[in-house]
Antibody
Framework: QLQLQESGPGLVKPSETLSLTCTVS??????????WGWIRQPPGKGLEWIGS???????YYNPSLKSRVTISVDTSKNQFSLKLSSVTAADTAVYYC?????????WGQGTLVTVSS | QSVLTQPPSASGTPGQRVTISCSGS????????VYWYQQLPGTAPKLLIY???QRPSGVPDRFSGSKSGTSASLAISGLRSEDEADYYC????????????FGGGTKLTVL
């Protein structure tokens, strides 16, 4: 049973970089079967896809966030990470990591990140 | 502004059948599979339907999905109080918007 768990700071200052890690258990992050991705949900709002990475290292980013987003994989730790730079209050959200074959079938529980000074 | 369009709300009484629509375009729903997710309050989304109409193990057959052209629908029959949740459609998108695109979500209220 594939499980994902997000971790990282719950509070980030404006203009700084948000950094989150997703630890994968019950499966290998190097598997050619999966995409790994990040999705966020601002309070009271809907889901927004941030970006995805394939086992080959190919990355795909939401055009509206592309200039600020980096997603990477650490195969030695079975983890993948999200970095979002120059954050503002609009980036306050619950951030989910997810695993997909086409679209997500397994999600982490989510972690709330608040952008505030 | 979500790439896929859903009604913001839907409602029904226990035992009723409710449908939720999801509208897209040729680059997403029109040429790729549709997925549906259920999000109970305070929890992560859970996969409800994949590949337009397939149910993961453990999802009751009260939930069904369909697709026609650039639109899709989720139907819930025999509505129960525990079905009150937010429902999201999603699809792979072949354009620069993707590859993952979501609907804005529909809040289902069981009256």
């Amino acid at each position: 049973q594939l499980q994902l768990q997000e971790s990282g700071p719950g509070l980030v200052k404006p203009s700084e970089t948000l950094s989150l890690t997703c630890t994968v258990s019950g499966g290998s992050i190097s598997s050619s079967s999966y995409y790994w991705g990040w999705i966020r949900q601002p309070p009271g709002k809907g889901l927004e896809w941030i970006g995805s990475i394939y086992y080959s290292g190919s990355t795909y980013y939401n055009p509206s966030l592309k200039s600020r987003v980096t997603i990477s994989v650490d195969t030695s730790k079975n983890q993948f990470s999200l970095k979002l730079s120059s954050v503002t209050a609009a980036d306050t959200a619950v951030y989910y990591c997810a695993c997909a074959t086409v679209l997500p079938f397994s999600w982490g529980q989510g972690t709330l990140v608040t952008v505030s000074s | 502004q979500s790439v896929l369009t859903q009604p913001p709300s839907a409602s029904g009484t226990p035992g009723q059948r409710v449908t939720i629509s999801c509208s897209g375009s040729s680059s997403n729903i029109g040429s790729n599979y549709v997925y549906w997710y259920q999000q109970l309050p305070g929890t992560a989304p859970k996969l409800l339907i994949y590949r337009n109409n397939q149910r993961p193990s453990g999802v009751p057959d009260r939930f069904s999905g369909s697709k026609s052209g650039t639109s899709a629908s989720l139907a819930i029959s025999g509505l129960r109080s525990e079905d009150e949740a937010d429902y999201y459609c999603a699809a792979w998108d072949d354009s620069l918007s993707g590859p993952w695109v979501f609907g804005g979500g529909t809040k289902l209220t069981v009256l």
